[in-house]
């Protein structure tokens, strides 16, 4: 149950930064410059967001469904949206988006039904939230624009990749670190060009 943040502390609603986070951070900011305008989806701790508006001098927005993620990111000085994916954002404004979404397979004994679960957890096969995003993000993306997706071996990062393909984008994996079960990989995705 949600409402039982106030009684454990906000602390424990927000995905604090990990070696995910760290190697989103890695990919995104020597592709990303002073005058772009970035926005993280997910922004869990707003980490990401802050150290590529402070490395790089960019405009960073952050989004988030969980409040208490949102919360945290705006005192950080992020400018932050509740919001589901890039629904309220305007079409081809965004020269990077970055996202390191819920991409673990469910395990029904390990769930625990709170915010952090819901930043962890994609749904049976890992991909729940990084279908939907795909298919939509291409909308929010100015022209010469690139996404930073981060994905794991135990989601089937062919299938993100065929997917990517199929909505219109080139796919490469620019960063990778290996994990006693998995590989985590960050993508880019590109609009193919006419």
Not at 98 to 119: G, K, Q, T
Not at 133 to 160: C, K, M, N
């Amino acid at each position: 149950m949600r409402d039982l943040a106030d009684r454990r502390g906000i602390e424990t609603e927000i995905y604090e930064a990990a070696e995910d986070s760290h190697l989103l951070l890695e990919a995104a900011r020597s592709e990303i410059e002073a005058k772009d305008l970035v926005l993280e989806v997910g922004t869990g701790s707003g980490y990401v967001a802050s150290e590529i508006r402070d490395e790089t001098g960019a405009t960073v927005i952050g989004s988030d469904v969980n409040p208490h993620a949102c919360r945290r990111a705006r005192d950080l000085g992020i400018q932050t949206v509740c919001a589901d994916l890039v629904a309220p954002f305007q079409d081809g404004v965004f020269d990077a988006v970055l996202f390191n979404p819920p991409y673990l397979p469910r395990v029904e004994m390990a769930a625990r039904d709170d915010w952090v679960e819901d930043a962890l957890t994609g749904g049976e096969a890992g991909r729940e939230v990084i279908e939907p995003f795909i298919e939509t993000v291409g909308r929010v993306l100015a022209s010469g624009g690139a996404v930073y997706l981060v994905v794991s071996t135990l989601t089937g990062p062919e299938a993100v990749e065929s997917q990517a393909r199929s909505a219109g984008f080139e796919v490469q994996a620019v960063r990778e670190a290996s994990f006693p079960f998995e590989k985590l990989l960050v993508l880019e995705l590109t609009p193919k060009r006419s």
